[in-house]
């Protein structure tokens, strides 16, 4: 019977991982003390982005650039700081970046 419960765990932990595959994202990101948000381009949700990828444009504090990465994404839940991101976003690789467009503020 104990063996029945390893593999139904291990069943589990299977699918959960196999539901976090790589894909591309694009979204707004802001940067700055206790803050690490990523608002994916058509959504309002806020997701906490993670990850140790270098981002070769200028990261200004508290204000957002356009940014694309291959990442992992979370189910929904509480991430990030005091738990305010709906999801976690665990980038990999770094696609590209640039300054927010005039036209794009109003998505923000």
């Known amino acids: 019977m104990r063996w029945l419960t390893y593999l139904l765990i291990a069943a589990s932990t299977a699918a959960l991982a196999a539901d ?3 894909a591309h994202y694009s979204g707004y990101f802001m940067y700055g003390f206790e803050v690490s ?3 994916p381009v058509g959504s309002t949700e806020r997701w906490w ?3 140790s ?3 070769p444009c200028p990261l ?7 940014l694309e990465v291959m990442g ?5 839940g509480k991430y ?4 305010l991101y709906d999801r ?3 980038a990999v690789d770094f696609v590209s970046c640039r300054q927010v467009r005039n036209d794009e503020l109003r998505e923000l």
């Open 53 to 55: 990828i270098s981002i």
């Open 60 to 66: 200004p504090t508290r204000s957002y650039i356009f």
């Open 72 to 76: 992992e994404l979370s189910p929904k």
């Open 80 to 83: 990030g700081h005091q738990g």
């Open 20 to 22: 976090r595959e790589v």
């Open 88 to 90: 976690q976003l665990g």
């Open 49 to 51: 982005l993670v990850g």
């Open 37 to 39: 948000l990523f608002r």
